[in-house]
């Protein structure tokens, strides 16, 4: 469990950190507006949008790895992907001095980024599932989910603290440092997982001979429903989490008029309270189901989205900070058990003990089935932070 949350939360750092530099600053050093390269053809979201199209691509590769070399073996090569492709990212030179040139090489490690972080969170949670107990799946995959306002956490944290001790200096040097010295988190994610022995599963199939040649295929051919719909559900979650911690940043600078350093707090502090109800809520699954709690989230979030930006639109200190920390605890109501119902929507799958039934012949051998729903988990291409001014209005100004 702790390998599982420790090593996603590095990669979520990494992850976020483009995220939030780039709905702050990074269209200026790389992708300024000058002669062709406007702000609507070189904007830094379509980088992020590479990395949204690049993890259903990270799922299947690294499932398949997964299911043919081991769970083990998949998750260190993302946590390296992710070291390496963050790490590039600080070292791309400037529109300055190569042109357009830069903004190819963001989108392409953005898009080595998505891969890794689509890899990573549907091996981790698959980790967790397999050492723990079925009982308390609910909890024990939601230190996997934990790991995401982990890494925000850290993201936000780097970029404020290198906005503080950088100062001016900050859009030429200062947001390069945080990507650079990811490489340190990666190093403490490398040695704790190489630490870890493979998931009982996984060493029995192997034993046993079991091992699937094209576990994906497989997949698509025989569970195409449930990755159909995991990804549909993960989908409706992953919108409104970009919304609020990342797309609140550019909304809340550009229109509303706050101080980035303000807001970076505002989503921190929100992070941090994400934290504390993740493990709570995953708990309450085990006992109240997976279904029903996620049911509630869904419907909460059809009305809160509405209450949310009226709280943003009235400038009003108090009633943005009350909106952004509300914002994620309402989602965690569908993130926080996500993964143990992904997981339990594919028959038997993570039932480290349980025999087979009669029944479960008709779907996926169990040397499949155990990874099945990681391509579904994954695969929904979420819309990312910068959508919504497409169709927001700006507030008024009275």
């Known amino acids: 469990m702790i390998a599982a949350a420790v090593g996603t939360s590095i990669e979520w750092h990494d992850f976020f950190l483009y995220g939030v530099t780039a ?45 043919r070399v081991g769970r083990k073996s998949s998750l260190i090569a993302t946590l390296l992907l992710m070291g390496i492709s963050t790490a590039c990212i600080g070292l791309v030179p400037g ?29 981790s949670v698959l980790l967790t599932a397999e050492w723990g107990d079925r009982r308390r799946r609910g909890f024990l995959t939601s230190w996997t989910q934990f790991a995401a306002p982990a890494g925000m956490v ?28 990811s490489f340190i988190l990666v190093g403490i994610g490398f040695y704790i997982r190489t630490g ?18 094209t576990p994906v295929s497989q997949v698509l051919r025989r569970n195409w429903r449930e990755v159909i719909l995991t990804a549909l559900l993960r989908s409706g979650q992953q919108t409104p989490f970009y919304i609020f911690t990342t797309y609140v940043l550019t909304y809340g600078t550009q229109v509303l008029g706050f101080s980035s350093g303000l807001l970076l707090n505002f989503v921190m502090l929100q992070a941090l309270v994400s934290m504390l109800d993740i493990p709570v809520l995953g ?99 979420t819309p990312q932070p910068p959508w919504p001014r497409t169709w927001r209005p700006a507030p008024s100004s009275a």
């Open 283 to 381: 708990h309450l699954s085990d006992g109240i189901g997976r279904r029903r709690m996620t049911a509630i989230g869904c419907l909460l979030m059809t009305v809160f989205p509405f209450v949310y930006f009226a709280l943003l639109d009235t400038r009003s200190v108090g009633l943005v900070f009350l909106a952004i920390v509300v914002a994620l605890p309402v989602q965690d109501l569908q993130y926080a058990p996500q993964a143990a119902l992904i997981a339990e929507a594919f028959r038997d799958v993570c039932a480290t003990a349980a025999p087979r039934s009669a029944t479960s012949s008709r779907r996926s051998p169990p040397a499949v089935r155990r990874r099945s729903w990681r391509c579904g988990c994954s695969s929904a291409i």
């Open 196 to 213: 870890i022995l493979e998931t009982p599963v996984f060493a029995r199939i192997q034993s046993e001979g079991r091992v699937e040649r």
């Open 23 to 67: 709905a702050l600053v990074l269209s200026a050093p790389l992708l300024p507006a000058i002669g062709s390269c406007t702000p609507a053809r070189c904007s830094p979201s379509r980088p992020t949008s590479s990395a949204s199209a690049a993890r259903p691509v990270g799922a299947a590769i690294f499932g398949h790895i997964g299911d």
């Open 95 to 123: 529109y300055d001095r190569i042109g357009i040139w830069g903004g190819v090489l963001l989108t392409m490690f953005r898009a080595l980024q998505g891969i890794g972080v689509g890899g990573e969170w549907g091996g």
């Open 154 to 181: 850290l993201a936000n944290g780097a970029l404020a603290a290198m906005t503080a001790i950088s100062g001016d200096g900050f859009l030429t040097w200062g947001w390069r440092l945080p990507f650079l010295l």
